[in-house]
T-cell receptor, first 120, second 116 residues
Framework: AQKITQTQPGMFVQEKEAVTLDCTYDTSDQSYGLFWYKQPSSGEMIFLIYQGSYDEQNATEGRYSLNFQKARKSANLVISASQLGDSAMYFCAMREDLVDSGAGSYQLTFGKGTKLSVIP | DTGVSQNPRHKITKRGQNVTFRCDPISEHNRLYWYRQTLGQGPEFLTYFQNEAQLEKSRLLSDRFSAERPKGSFSTLEIQRTEQGDSAMYLC??????????????FGPGTRLTVL
């Protein structure tokens, strides 16, 4: 089974509107972290936001917020007031702490990404 | 600029040749990761260093791949006898464990490898 599932290959949003990018995850660990990265056409991965599995409040960073629903194993990214510069690939990723196995390398497992296009 | 740097940015080689990539992490970061990203996919984990010790390797890392991080600073990733299937973007990331649960990874710009 895929550990990270992003079901939207592509999304369009009007400039200044909000958009939600979906992400569901699969893990049996109790301790894990969820990340969103942005990858513009230049290729560099840019960290956007982080949510820990024990965090009770949804993470927010400027125009980015993470809608964390632990029971449903979803970690959707919400971008408010979209800008043209937001057009890029967006990747959801999970870090499993593997506390029980002691294997905590903190590697990230990524989804396949969602291509967001902001329309003027 | 004090971010993660990678060289070269692009590499074109012929099948069967050896190639080596370099990654310079953020200076105080003790953890270094290599990922591979093929077209239309998210990055996939290859290997991980904590200081100079290579602590984990993915099954994706065949015998033709070797990575080093001498002295716990920069790292090199070598691919021997390249195959067309090795064509991908090779990403390096680094992090510093500040708290047990955060560990944000900072990525470099990547090296794009094309094997003809």
């Amino acid at each position: 089974a895929q550990k990270i599932t992003q079901t939207q290959p592509g999304m369009f949003v009007q400039e200044k509107e909000a958009v939600t990018l979906d992400c569901t995850y699969d893990t049996s660990d109790q301790s894990y972290g969820l990340f969103w990265y942005k990858q513009p056409s230049s290729g560099e991965m840019i960290f956007l936001i982080y949510q820990g599995s024990y965090d009770e409040q949804n993470a927010t960073e400027g125009r980015y917020s993470l809608n964390f629903q632990k029971a449903r194993k979803s970690a959707n990214l919400v971008i408010s007031a979209s800008q043209l510069g937001d057009s890029a690939m967006y990747f959801c990723a999970m870090r499993e702490d593997l506390v029980d196995s002691g294997a905590g390398s903190y590697q990230l497992t990524f989804g396949k990404g969602t291509k967001l296009s902001v329309i003027p | 600029d004090t971010g993660v740097s990678q060289n070269p940015r692009h590499k074109i080689t012929k099948r069967g040749q050896n190639v080596t990539f370099r990654c310079d992490p953020i200076s105080e970061h003790n953890r270094l990761y290599w990922y591979r990203q093929t077209l239309g996919q998210g990055p996939e984990f290859l290997t991980y260093f904590q200081n100079e010790a290579q602590l984990e390797k993915s099954r994706l890392l065949s015998d033709r791949f070797s990575a080093e991080r001498p002295k716990g600073s920069f790292s090199t990733l070598e691919i021997q006898r390249t195959e067309q299937g090795d064509s991908a973007m090779y990403l390096c990331a680094s992090s510093f464990r500040q708290t047990p649960s955060y560990n944000e990874q900072f990525f470099g710009p990547g090296t794009r490898l094309t094997v003809l």
